[in-house]
Every structure is written in structure tokens, then in C-alpha cells.
T-cell receptor, first 114, second 117 residues
Framework: QQQVKQSPQSLIVQKGGISIINCAYE??????FPWYQQFPGKGPALLIA?????SEKKEGRFTISFNKSAKQFSLHIMDSQPGDSATYFC?????????????FGSGTRLQVQP | EPEVTQTPSHQVTQMGQEVILRCVPI?????FYWYRQILGQKVEFLVS????????KSEIFDDQFSVERPDGSNFTLKIRSTKLEDSAMYFC???????????????FGPGTRLTVL
């Protein structure tokens, strides 16, 4: 119930291509879905986040698509660049519990080849 | 730009020893968290802290763990008697807890790598 399942585990994309990472959740109490980017040796950094009252959110080259009925959400990175090479984590939180403690997915290691 | 800081960056300890990991959250933030990440695995929630008390703790956060905000700036995680399986990266995070554009964005520190020998 608390899990967030993420796929794929790793992804190799050519420069300029589209990177797509998928996540699924079970707990319908989740109402906040952020994506975090993590570079080696660093802490996770918020990339983009969505609430379930919208189906898509775009910030620059990064887009979250959200399908409430399927309980799935995905991150699309358009025009992927070598600097995007990092590990990406989806996450979810629910209100009034642990002050919005984040439940993370297992992570996707993205490698963008030049 | 304000940031969460953590010390030390790397802590090596012997099994059974006590360790204290330190964090300085962003100054106007009210909510504090500890997460851990075992090498190659996902980030896991340990505990959240607000108004000088624990809001929620996960199953990982057993009696060996404690948190404290000893003064107005530091937030600490103590592990009383470390075990080999406590070896992980420990991240502190903080949030101002307000709704809006950055809905409860949690800002993470760079982490402390704990190695238990």
C-alpha cells in the first residue's frame, strides 16, 4: 500500500532523445507526486512535482504526466542532454501524515550518451 | 541560496558505538526529516520532526535511533549502538511546510555516509 513502483531501473538515451520514467502507486491517499534528481555524492534535489488535480505539468524540458485512474505518473525529459545523466526518483506523499514524509520509488539511473 | 548542511560528510565507526549525525536545516523551515539510502537502493524515510517532537517514524526508526533539536539551528540523529546494517547515506531534509507553488518542497542536505565496521 505504501510502495511506489518505478521503472525502468536504468535507461540509456542518445543526446536529443526523450527519456521516459514511469511510476505506479497503490495508495489513493497520496496527493503529491514529486520527482527528485540525484547526482553521485549529492542529496536528492526536487526537479518537478504534480498534484492529482492536473494531468500534466511542464517545466522546461521536464514534463510529468499523471493518470489518476490508473494510479500512474511518469517523467518525460525532452531533448535529453549528457548533463541530465543522474538517478531519478519518483516519490509520493499524503497529507497529515508525518508532515508529508516522502515515499520514494527505487530509482532510475539515466545515462545520456553524447 | 539557503541550503541544508550536514556534518560530518563521512563517519566511520565500530559496531556497537554511538554516533551522532548533525544537520543544520534552512533557517526559516519548521519541518525536519531524516532519510537513509543504503548503497544502490532507494531513499527511505526514517522520521519527521515538528514543533520539537516526532511527527512520524518508520519501522526502521527503532529504539536505537533518536532525534533532537538541541538549539535553534541544529537537528541531530543519534544511533545508540550501531550495527553493520546501519551503514548507509543519511540525508537530512527540511521544509517550510507551506502550500503553494512549491508544495511542501523538502530540501535535502548532501548526506553523511556512515560506515559501520
Amino acid at each position: 500500500q505504501q510502495q511506489v513502483k518505478q521503472s525502468p531501473q536504468s535507461l540509456i538515451v542518445q543526446k536529443g532523445g526523450i527519456s521516459i520514467i514511469n511510476c505506479a502507486y497503490e495508495n489513493t491517499a497520496f496527493d503529491y507526486f514529486p520527482w527528485y534528481q540525484q547526482f553521485p555524492g549529492k542529496g536528492p534535489a526536487l526537479l518537478i512535482a504534480i498534484r492529482p488535480d492536473v494531468s500534466e505539468k511542464k517545466e522546461g524540458r521536464f514534463t510529468i504526466s499523471f493518470n489518476k485512474s490508473a494510479k500512474q505518473f511518469s517523467l518525460h525529459i525532452m531533448d535529453s542532454q549528457p548533463g541530465d545523466s543522474a538517478t531519478y526518483f519518483c516519490a509520493a506523499s499524503k497529507p497529515d501524515t508525518g508532515r508529508r514524509a516522502l515515499t520514494f520509488g527505487s530509482g532510475t539511473r539515466l545515462q545520456v550518451q553524447p | 541560496e539557503p541550503e541544508v548542511t550536514q556534518t560530518p560528510s563521512h563517519q566511520v565507526t565500530q559496531m556497537g558505538q554511538e554516533v551522532i549525525l548533525r544537520c543544520v536545516p534552512i533557517s526559516n523551515h519548521l519541518y525536519f526529516y531524516w532519510y537513509r539510502q543504503i548503497l544502490g537502493q532507494k531513499v527511505e524515510f526514517l522520521v519527521s520532526f515538528y514543533n520539537n517532537e516526532i511527527s512520524e517514524k518508520s519501522e526502521i526508526f527503532d529504539d536505537q535511533f533518536s532525534v533532537e533539536r538541541p538549539d535553534g539551528s541544529n537537528f541531530t540523529l543519534k544511533i545508540r549502538s550501531t550495527k553493520l546494517e546501519d551503514s548507509a547515506m543519511y540525508f537530512c531534509a527540511s521544509s517550510d511546510g507551506t502550500s503553494g507553488h512549491s508544495y511542501n518542497e523538502q530540501f535535502f542536505g548532501p548526506g553523511t555516509r556512515l560506515t559501520v565496521l
